[in-house]
């Protein structure tokens, strides 16, 4: 228990270099994330990891809260770690230019995708965050570049070589009028 302790104390502290809350905020934000890990299978220093990640990676201090959540949600839906998880949505967040609304609709969106086809979630959200800059720039939605991306994964395409066809793709078609 005392290691416990420590890990969550250390993360927590990752977490209040990264964010701007003051003390009562970050007492109340912490005790929050011990009563989230009592109701997720994902230990208290897992989910400190990952608000650290988000502070870090500029999600608001409104979002921090149910960013976590939902990327302890996204991590076991998905069979991935929930500091993996933390990172696929900030992806996805960046790349489709959405709100955490619009993310844990592109994340529940994926998981009926990764359910219907023979792709695993992980690598579904590896295509769009590949994919998804140029995708959006030629007015892509993050659920069509994640239904490509498990189309080619059930083609038993992989991630890397399927967003790297895509991508040429996209910019061929975009420049076609130009050629």
């Given amino acids: 228990p005392v290691k416990l302790a420590i890990d969550y104390e250390s993360a927590m502290a990752d977490v209040k270099k ?11 934000f912490s005790s929050d994330l011990l009563d989230m890990s009592t109701r997720l299978p994902i230990a208290a220093s897992g989910l400190a990891e990952i608000a ?3 502070g870090s990676a500029g999600i608001a201090e409104a979002d921090l809260l149910p960013f976590t959540e939902d990327a302890a ?7 991935i770690s929930a500091k993996e998880a ?6 996805l967040r960046n790349n ?16 009926a995708l990764s359910n219907s086809m023979d792709a695993k ?8 965050n590949r994919a998804g800059g140029t995708a959006k720039i030629y007015g892509m939605t993050g659920q069509q570049v994640s239904a490509l991306g498990a189309a080619f994964l059930d083609a038993k395409v992989g991630a890397e070589e ?6 040429s793709m996209l910019v061929k078609l975009g420049t076609a009028d130009k050629l």
């Fill in 18 to 28: 990264v964010t701007d809350f003051d003390g009562a905020g970050f007492k109340k």
């Fill in 52 to 54: 650290a990640a988000a």
């Fill in 73 to 79: 949600k996204m991590g076991v839906a998905f069979d």
């Fill in 86 to 91: 933390g990172a696929a949505m900030t992806g």
């Fill in 96 to 111: 489709f230019k959405l709100s955490q609304d619009g993310v844990r609709l592109l994340g529940d969106s994926i998981n």
């Fill in 121 to 128: 979630a992980a690598q579904i959200v590896d295509f769009a």
């Fill in 162 to 167: 399927a967003s790297t066809a895509t991508n």
